[in-house]
């Protein structure tokens, strides 16, 4: 998703912030409910973007699962695809 993003300083700046998830990525981003509940949101890049990351404690790894734009009623808002993400199991 991450490659989708055609505008580059927009990307470093994601990955900027993705990289602050290496401290304390759970006092970090806000934890999701329903369909999406086990993962958590971030805000990134001026609060347009979002990374939606799960924290798995037993790995000491934090997965960044999905990366776009929050666009509430779209069908290219983040949490939507994210949500067909989760229902087609490519997250797990």
Do not use: C, N, W
């Amino acid at each position: 998703m991450l490659e989708d993003i055609s505008d580059l300083r927009v990307r470093q700046q994601i990955l900027k912030r993705a990289q602050q998830l290496e401290s304390d990525p759970e006092k970090q981003g806000k934890p999701l409910l329903g369909e999406l509940s086990g993962l958590r949101s971030l805000r990134a890049v001026g609060q347009r973007y979002r990374i939606l990351y799960r924290v798995e404690r037993r790995r000491v790894t934090v997965l960044d699962l999905a990366i776009g734009i929050r666009r509430e009623g779209s069908r290219g808002d983040i949490y939507a695809l994210a949500k067909k993400l989760f229902r087609s199991k490519l997250i797990e």
